[in-house]
């Protein structure tokens, strides 16, 4: 069992900057890789960002590939979503989630066994 705990969501200009955290908790942080959802008000839950295990390898959806970058420190049970160049659409809830599938694409919900409660981040014009 994984507990995750994101921040760092909040109100930015079109444009600006944000750099989301999920700490880690429970299981050996190393053990799953680990993906950014966000949703935005009244949609479905996306796919923005996926890392592996060892952080060799990420992937991005395509709306913020080259704005976003998934990150992970392993000494500090984090991950990282550093959005940007952010855009009025950006604006969602954001949610961390730890993987615990492998025979899943890590752009898919059912990857990922374990999600945090979420940070709020609105984008104004």
């Avoid at 909040?10 to 429970?26: I, P, T, Y």
């Avoid at 299981?27 to 993906?35: A, C, K, L, V």
């Avoid at 500090?76 to 855009?87: H, P």
């Avoid at 961390?96 to 059912?110: E, I």
Wanted: glycine fraction near 12%; hydrophobic fraction near 30%.
């Amino acid at each position: 069992q994984v507990q995750l705990v994101e921040s760092g969501g909040g109100l930015v200009q079109a444009g600006g900057s944000l750099r989301l955290s999920c700490a880690a908790s429970g299981r050996t942080f190393s053990t799953y890789h680990m993906g950014w959802f966000r949703q935005p008000p009244g949609k479905e839950r996306e796919f923005v960002a996926t890392i592996t295990r060892t952080g060799s390898t990420t992937y991005y959806a395509d709306s913020v590939k080259g704005r976003f970058t998934i990150s992970r420190d392993s000494a500090k049970n984090t991950v990282y979503l550093q959005m940007n160049s952010l855009k009025p659409e950006d604006t969602a809830d954001y949610f961390c989630a730890a993987g615990t599938r492998d025979t899943v694409s890590l752009n898919m919900p059912s990857a990922y066994g374990y999600w945090g409660q979420g940070t709020q981040v609105t984008v104004s014009t």
